[in-house]
């Protein structure tokens, strides 16, 4: 057993698991199970598999919600992006999983712990138990806690076009004008900074900056983007 495991995800995530076992798993790698082999321990990998799948469902319902205007081509980016190793493994440790994790002795003494694969099979195996123990809802829960809020900060926005996100929402009921205007520079020339408004029928709807007036435009439109959004 796992001193402190079954507490922490109570203390952190309010979750009761009703198998325990379950918890365990997940959080023991295949490298300890090896090293233990006659104890015939079951390892996390059949979870992680499930996990995966269970992330990329919830993740995919979130998207498609949030962003109803957006085309599958940037939604799936933005997938991509939320859902990938970095980003997960990120996650296990914002969980607070790592000091929980049964290592192998080889894994251990090569900083297993801290490799980010590792760390994204855990956060995935942990949610494929909760999927299991708990159900979809819990799963979506506690994605809606540690993940979606990154999302809607635009941690994971890069490559999105907003000022087509936002001319496709502004003029799904009909032709509208939308401008962008430079209202201010600053810096040297080599490090020039601009001010951006968007403007629809007249009124301002957002302010956007950027190292190049391309840029600031597409801040100004996700601002305004994400405002019109989040007003729906």
Known sequence: MIK?????????????????????????????????????????????????????LIVSDYLYKKYPD?????LTKMRAA??????????????????????????????????????????????????????IQVAQDILSDVLFPKISTGDFSHGMDYKTALQEWMQKDGVVQIEYQVIDTSGPDHAREFKVEVKIEGDSMGIGLGTSKKRAEQNAAQSAYENLVSDE
């Not at 049964?102 to 956060?123: A, K, P, T, W, Y």
């Open 82 to 135: 939320a859902v990938r190793a970095e980003t997960l493994s990120q996650l296990a440790v914002e969980s607070g999983l790592p000091q929980f994790i049964l290592l192998g002795r080889g894994e251990e003494q090569s900083n297993g712990r801290e490799r980010i694969s590792l760390l994204c099979d855990v956060f995935e195996a942990f949610i494929g138990a909760i999927y299991l123990d708990q159900g």
């Open 4 to 56: 402190g495991l079954e507490q922490h995800i109570s203390d952190k995530f309010n979750v009761q698991f009703k198998d325990s076992q379950l918890l365990y798993v997940a959080l023991t790698h295949s490298s300890y199970a090896n090293d233990h082999r006659d104890t015939d321990l079951e390892h996390l990998e059949r979870l992680e598999f499930l996990g995966d799948a269970v992330i990329e």
């Open 70 to 74: 957006l085309p599958e081509g940037q």
